[in-house]
């Protein structure tokens, strides 16, 4: 076991608490800026979730209910709330007006962490020891260990039982569980996108490839007009795909905008979704391509192979 640490709040599962603050000397700020989430968390907390420590400490043991009340905030609740002034030993307190007591003072600065959802953007957070919050109802415990983590819970269930038998451990599960649990609605809604989408593809691949070669096949009587007049397949060929491509480059401009439109809707409801991803529109658009020139090519080779007096009788 290299590391313990606790926090009343356990991350990753949605839960958060918040309140608003009053910071000494802080900027005027709109009431609904004015909030923060906290959290109660033990010495060693930061260490052993790996959250970095931007200045200042971390909480040891000296700091007791009969100590100095202390706080650590998170780098978003040091851009909010202290811009451009150092926040170590700044004080500030919970509530709002003139009676709040500016009772907690600033004593260390941690890097910003996703706290309630993977997805979730940065959010101010404050983190108070919890050896000075007045009621506790329940402890997320959290161990950094080398050994298998099934072989630990088992461990860490025996030494608690040891302690206090009557003292419940529950809901024993490693950090990776935690965020795949916390992914699976929007995986879930990923995958069925990306089906629905590949349904969607392949629909439109069938139509495209369809009315194309329809289209090329209805000039079967011309292409044999103007082989019968000495045209050289090659070129017959290569004019009907300048057609075809024309168009394919008419659809692009229309339908390249509506995709980042849509893409940008898709990237607010589902997580690691980019609306300018290159890589995504350069497969769309080359898939695309390529069915369109087969859907042309391979009737305009058939019609240049037939005899020109077949195809000025075809209908």
């Known amino acids: 076991m290299i590391a313990v640490g606790t926090g009343d709040v356990p991350?990753?599962?949605?839960?958060?608490?918040?309140?608003?603050?009053?910071?000494?000397?802080?900027?005027?700020?709109?009431?609904?800026l004015q909030d923060v989430d906290y959290?109660?968390?033990?010495?060693?907390?930061?260490?052993?979730?790996?959250?970095?420590?931007?200045?200042?400490?971390?909480?040891?043991?000296?700091?007791?209910?009969?100590?100095?009340?202390?706080?650590?905030?998170?780098?978003?609740?040091?851009?909010?709330f202290f811009p451009g002034r150092n926040p170590l030993g700044a004080h500030f307190g919970f509530g709002g007006g003139s009676?709040?007591?500016?009772?907690?003072?600033?004593?260390?600065?941690?890097?910003?962490?996703?706290?309630?959802?993977?997805?979730?953007?940065?959010?101010?957070?404050?983190?108070?020891?919890?050896?000075?919050?007045?009621?506790?109802?329940?402890?997320?415990?959290?161990?950094?260990?080398?050994?298998?983590?099934l072989l630990l819970g088992t461990t860490l269930q025996g030494t608690v039982r040891d302690l206090d038998a009557n003292?419940?451990?529950?809901?024993?599960?490693?950090?990776?569980?935690?965020?795949?649990?916390?992914?699976?609605?929007?995986r879930l809604v990923a995958m069925l996108s990306a089906s629905f989408a590949g349904l969607a593809a392949l629909l439109a691949a069938l139509g495209i490839y369809g009315v194309?070669?329809?289209?090329?096949?209805?000039r079967t009587r011309e292409i044999g007009i103007r082989m019968a007049l000495g045209a050289v397949a090659g070129h017959v060929r290569l004019l009907i795909l300048k057609e075809v491509g024309s168009m394919v480059l008419i659809g692009v401009g229309v339908g390249l905008p509506l995709a980042y439109g849509l893409a940008r809707f898709s990237e607010s409801i589902l997580y690691?979704?980019?609306?300018?991803?290159?890589a995504v529109y350069a497969l769309?658009?080359?898939?695309?391509?390529?069915i369109?020139?087969?859907?042309c090519f391979f009737p305009a080779r058939r019609a240049t192979r037939v005899d020109p007096l077949v195809a000025l009788r075809y209908e």
């Open 292 to 295: 369109a020139l087969a859907a």
């Open 99 to 149: 009676k709040v007591k500016l009772d907690f003072e600033i004593v260390g600065v941690v890097k910003d962490v996703k706290q309630e959802h993977v997805s979730s953007a940065p959010y101010p957070y404050v983190y108070l020891p919890y050896a000075q919050r007045p009621k506790v109802t329940g402890m997320t415990f959290y161990v950094r260990s080398t050994q298998d983590p």
């Open 11 to 32: 991350t990753l599962t949605g839960d958060d608490e918040g309140s608003n603050i009053t910071v000494e000397g802080g900027p005027q700020l709109a009431e609904d």
């Open 39 to 80: 959290d109660a968390v033990s010495p060693g907390y930061f260490s052993t979730l790996g959250i970095p420590l931007l200045s200042g400490r971390e909480f040891n043991e000296g700091d007791r209910a009969t100590a100095p009340k202390v706080a650590i905030a998170s780098e978003a609740m040091v851009k909010r």
């Open 212 to 218: 194309l070669a329809y289209v090329v096949v209805q």
């Open 284 to 290: 769309g658009l080359g898939l695309i391509a390529f």
């Open 167 to 186: 003292l419940p451990v529950y809901d024993l599960k490693t950090m990776e569980r935690v965020v795949e649990e916390d992914l699976f609605s929007a």
């Open 272 to 278: 690691g979704v980019h609306a300018s991803d290159p």
